[in-house]
């Protein structure tokens, strides 16, 4: 009997040991569209591994972002992502430059772009919620994706909820810099001047927030862009370990 015993039990280690490694293999299969590429590199990831990488990654690209734009000049100052005018306005700023008004509409543009840099801390808490409830499929999806994958996950798993989050920041702000009064003011000496043209109105508070989530997520894509391809600039050796075997 205790002989059986110990078979019985041997044969129960070895059953786990068995699943374990279905389920080590299940994570990974498919993993390359491929089919079977699975280096040494990448089946020596463990599934916390993978999520805990692309967990830091994002934690860490998105306080960099947010630090880099929500200051003076984060949006204003930066080419890539600076803030025009609404399409809308831009028949206006055309007329008022015209008749020697245009620092008006001047003075609106770079008011939205400090409402878009006072906006911007507000979204850091949304990101690290999302990114904590990262799911393993999630990660696997993110992890074979594109340059891009992660920075995709974000803006649709966050992408409403920051939006809502940020009309109400972006509205006040946009009142606290001037930007409203700006705007009626533009209108104003617009028809003045060209009493026959028709009155241009825009919704500021939420062409401002689409625009600066736009310009958050530009950085966020170059900042995975640029860790996918040198994986050796990483923050950590886990990150660095993660990106490098997926290159």
């Known amino acids: ?129 999302t990114v904590y409830k990262m799911t393993l499929s999630d990660a696997k999806a993110i992890l074979t994706g594109g340059d891009n994958a992660a920075t995709a996950y974000l803006r649709k798993s966050a992408g409403t909820q920051l939006k809502d989050a940020m009309r109400p920041i972006v509205k006040e702000a946009l009142e606290d810099a001037g930007a409203v009064q700006a705007y009626d003011l533009a209108m104003t000496r617009y028809q003045t001047a060209m009493p026959m043209l028709p009155d241009v109105k825009a919704n500021l508070s939420d062409y401002a927030t689409d625009k600066a989530l736009d310009g958050i997520f530009y950085y966020m894509a170059q900042e995975e862009a640029a860790l996918r391809k040198e994986p050796i600039k990483a923050t950590s050796k886990l990150v660095e370990k993660v990106f490098s075997a997926v290159k």
């Open 1 to 129: 009997m205790r002989n059986l015993f110990f078979v019985f039990c041997a044969v129960l280690m070895f059953s786990a040991g068995a699943v374990s490694q279905a389920q080590a293999g299940s994570f990974w299969d498919g993993l390359f569209s491929s089919g079977p590429k699975q280096s040494k590199a990448v089946t020596a990831l463990s599934q916390n591994d993978v999520q805990e990488a692309l967990r830091e990654a994002l934690v860490v690209s998105s306080q960099s972002v947010v630090t880099k734009l929500g200051r003076t000049g984060g949006f204003n100052s930066d080419k890539n992502i600076r803030i025009p005018l609404p399409a809308a306005l831009q028949p206006v700023d055309k007329i008022l430059k015209s008749v020697g008004m245009g620092a008006l509409t001047d003075d609106l543009e770079g008011r939205l772009n400090k409402a878009a840099e006072l906006a911007t801390p507000k979204t850091q808490q949304i990101f690290l919620d």
